[in-house]
């Protein structure tokens, strides 16, 4: 069994980098093996199911391995909400096709031995330019609830994580990764009341890695990895 995650794909935008032509990997895996995408996934997105997004997810579903995906920011979570949950690795998820699975927000799954905490959501820095309901949705940011959710389930497993995976950084990563040239982090993107939560859940757990999408940056600091536009098998 094998885990691999990447950044963002936007829906039909970006999706074609987990094809043969961009990850030659994913031709050996099988649907025991997972590629994560850590938020932004867009292909629940209009009011209603478009045949291009179903032409997409059966695309996904056809591939040797099984995707999972957490929310980002840019999600219809009017249509995503509303998918049944149901259990999963240990966790809480909504299958969306055949395999392509939504990893709820919060919840601790056990994969490959590994056990890895998911929390999706962040802030959009462009909502003022975005339509409610249409390309922007208020649901975006985790709520008390989902935060509950989290501390109940990593309490449960004694606040010891293998894995972290969210669709935005810690703020306190965010401010780190702003100082790179390569990677630039609007002050928005930095006082994201999503990330400024992930601070504390850093400083309230044990982890091993931590990986995140949102910030369109491939860069890696220690145990933190941003990823964007790279997909990464985690060891």
Not at 47 to 53: I, L, M, N, T
Not at 61 to 67: A, D, V, Y
Not at 126 to 140: A, L, M, N, T, Y
Request: aromatic share 14%; proline share 3%.
């Amino acid at each position: 069994m094998a885990i691999f995650v990447t950044g963002d794909i936007h829906g039909p935008k970006d999706v074609t980098r987990l094809s043969d032509v961009f990850f030659p990997k994913g031709q050996k895996l099988t649907k025991k093996d997972f590629v994560i995408v850590l938020g932004d996934f867009g292909l629940v997105w209009y009011w209603e199911q478009s045949k291009r997004e179903l032409y997409w997810l059966e695309w996904l579903s056809s591939l040797p391995f099984t995707t999972l995906f957490l929310d980002g920011n840019h999600e219809n979570f009017y249509r995503l909400l509303k998918y049944p949950k149901k259990s999963f690795k240990g966790g809480k998820a909504s299958q969306i096709h055949d395999t392509v699975f939504y990893l709820r927000r919060g919840e601790v799954f056990t994969i490959d031995g590994k056990m890895i905490f998911v929390m999706g959501g962040a802030m959009s820095t462009d909502k003022e330019d975005r339509i409610e309901g249409e390309s922007w949705w208020p649901q975006e940011e985790p709520n008390y609830k989902d935060w509950d959710n989290a501390a109940k389930n990593l309490a449960r497993h004694g606040n010891k994580i293998d894995i972290v995976l969210t669709h935005t950084a810690p703020q306190s990563i965010a401010k780190r990764m702003s100082r790179y040239s390569h990677c630039y982090i609007e002050s928005a993107r930095i006082e994201d009341p999503v990330a400024i939560a992930l601070e504390r859940v850093k400083k309230g757990i044990k982890f091993k890695y931590w990986c995140y999408g949102h910030l369109h940056c491939n860069w890696t600091s220690g145990k933190f990895t941003s990823l964007y536009d790279n997909i990464k098998k985690l060891k």
